[in-house]
């Protein structure tokens, strides 16, 4: 039985560094750059930090082949028995903002309970329904082939494509298995990452059986890159959470 204690002590990963806080009031917090690569005087990198204190959004090309795996459980008692993640923020089902993040995948699956969705997805379950977040993860992996997965939590209304973008490029880094989310704790967000689809899979085996075993697990065993990003990192857990959620993204919009 694989023990966590007793995973091999790795040498620290340095965060990847925020982008220049340049922009104007009350627009978008950039997203961090990716992989921890520093810009030299007029020269950007993958995702496009450039020495004037600019930035723009990484093109896929930039990017390895990545699938995406939505975790999006059913009713939250929270919630009054709703289906969360189909509740709106600025407008918009918190599901598909979250499939909007990973737009560009090669393959989306989405793990829970069937939605009407606008957009063409792979479904699955974790089995039996309801055995925790590492049993849907292990169920959406078995569909991927992509070298890169992702993994995005349904109830994360505010990631974007960007924000993915960052965790994809941090995550193919050559010394690294992969790349979370941070809030502003410095909390890592194992729902919020990229990871190597191959280390991912080596991690599941040697763990065994993933019902209702902690998502900490994948944290301890794995060399991961951190991509801040407070923001991005808002998850929604209750209805208040729900209230901010929405007023962030509807003063983005304004």
């Known amino acids: 039985m694989w023990n966590p204690a007793e995973a091999p002590t790795r040498s620290p990963i340095p965060q990847v560094p925020q982008a220049p806080s340049s922009q104007a009031p ?6 961090a750059s990716a992989a921890g690569e520093p810009t030299t005087p007029g020269h950007g990198n993958a995702l496009g930090f450039t020495s004037a204190g600019g930035w723009r959004p990484a093109t896929a090309t930039h990017l390895q082949a990545y699938d995406v795996v939505v975790l999006a459980g059913g009713a939250a008692r929270r919630f009054g028995g709703a289906d ?3 509740l709106p923020v600025a407008g918009r089902p918190m599901l598909e903002r979250v499939l909007a993040a990973g737009a560009g995948a090669r393959t989306t699956v989405v793990v829970g309970p069937r939605r009407p969705l606008p957009v063409a997805v792979r479904w699955t379950r974790e089995d039996p329904p309801g055995s925790g977040p590492l049993a849907a993860l292990a169920a959406g ?5 992509a070298p890169i997965t992702t993994v ?3 109830d994360m209304p505010m990631l974007d494509e960007t924000v993915v973008a960052a965790l994809v ?3 193919s880094a050559d010394d690294v298995d992969g790349a979370v989310l941070t809030d502003d704790t410095g909390e890592q967000q194992p729902l919020a990452a990229a990871y190597r689809r191959q280390a991912l899979q080596d991690v599941l085996t040697t763990i065994g059986d993933p019902r209702d075993r902690p998502m900490r697990l994948l944290l301890r065993a794995l060399r991961l890159a951190t991509v801040p ?5 808002l998850d929604c857990d209750t209805p208040d959470d729900l209230f901010h959620a929405d007023r962030v993204a509807e003063q ?3």
């Open 84 to 86: 969360k993640v189909l």
């Open 229 to 233: 990003n407070p923001r991005a990192a």
């Open 141 to 145: 992996l078995s569909l991927c082939e």
């Open 252 to 254: 983005r919009l304004s």
């Open 169 to 171: 490029e941090a995550a």
């Open 152 to 154: 995005l939590a349904a």
């Open 26 to 31: 009350g627009s978008p917090a950039p997203v």
